[in-house]
Nanobody, 127 residues
């Protein structure tokens, strides 16, 4: 059974940090581009960052550059998102997603390009 499971969300104060994890089962992440997306209340799902099979990172929202870091550990079949200097507007449900990809392709930027999705983990930035 193919599954992505996010964890690590929670309540954090502005300026704080969180690390989200996304564990894959039923398939091997080595052959997939993987990404993080988020959906704020009342808004559409948007891309945060993605990482290709070769490890090339694309930041999908400019305001996150320098604050959020995506990484993958293929040996653990896990994707991570380290979030620093969190702001109120970072609040939302964070999803990981995966898409099978050729080795040297750039990771997809939009949600509808991805094949598998996790159930999401809530991140709330509040004082």
């Amino acid at each position: 059974q193919v599954q992505l499971v996010e964890s690590g969300g929670g309540l954090v104060q502005p300026g704080g940090s969180l690390t989200l994890s996304c564990g894959a089962s039923g398939f091997t992440l080595d052959y997939y581009a993987i990404g993080w997306f988020r959906q704020a209340p009342g808004k559409e799902r948007e891309g945060v960052s993605c990482i290709s099979r070769s490890g090339s990172v694309t930041t999908l929202i400019g305001s996150m550059k320098g604050r959020f870091t995506i990484s993958r550990d293929n040996a653990k079949n896990t994707l991570y998102l380290r979030m620093n200097s969190l702001k109120f507007e970072d609040t939302g449900v964070y999803y990981c997603a995966a898409k099978p990809q050729a080795l040297f392709s750039v990771c997809p930027r939009t949600p509808n390009e991805y094949t598998y999705w996790g159930q999401g983990t809530q991140v709330t930035v509040s004082s």
